[in-house]
């Protein structure tokens, strides 16, 4: 494998890591990358997050109650196949104001 992608994949497992013991602490049982594609969904216990939503959690520095708060949000407008009129990143700074 190229060695840009062997930094690129530690990197991102380290990141994912971080998510997972900042998130969850003691509490996550089941930590993998489905399909074992690392950098695309990263599954802990039943939750489910994309690299995106990874990276935007630790950067604007989201609470672990902002975090679970929109997860459940989504998950509930998903269901109900509705699409959403805010983003992670403005519901997090939503709290700013």
């Given at each position: 494998?190229?060695?840009?992608?062997?930094?690129?994949?530690?990197?991102?497992?380290?990141?994912?890591?971080?998510?997972?013991?900042?998130?969850?602490?003691?509490?996550?049982?089941?930590?993998?990358?489905?399909?074992?594609?690392?950098?695309?969904?990263?599954?802990?216990?039943?939750?489910?997050?994309?690299?995106?939503?990874?990276?935007?959690a630790i950067k604007?520095?989201?609470?672990?109650?902002?975090?679970?708060?929109?997860?459940?949000?989504?998950?509930?407008?998903?269901?109900?196949?509705?699409?959403?009129?805010?983003?992670?990143?403005?519901?997090?700074?939503?709290?700013?104001?």
């Amino acid at each position: 494998m190229n060695k840009i992608l062997e930094d690129w994949e530690k990197a991102t497992w380290e990141l994912g890591n971080y998510f997972v013991e900042r998130y969850f602490g003691d509490d996550a049982s089941d930590v993998y990358w489905i399909g074992n594609d690392i950098g695309d969904v990263l599954a802990i216990n039943d939750y489910f997050f994309s690299l995106d939503f990874i990276r935007e959690a630790i950067k604007y520095n989201a609470t672990t109650k902002q975090l679970f708060d929109f997860y459940d949000l989504k998950l509930e407008f998903d269901t109900k196949n509705k699409p959403m009129e805010i983003n992670f990143r403005n519901f997090i700074k939503k709290d700013e104001i």
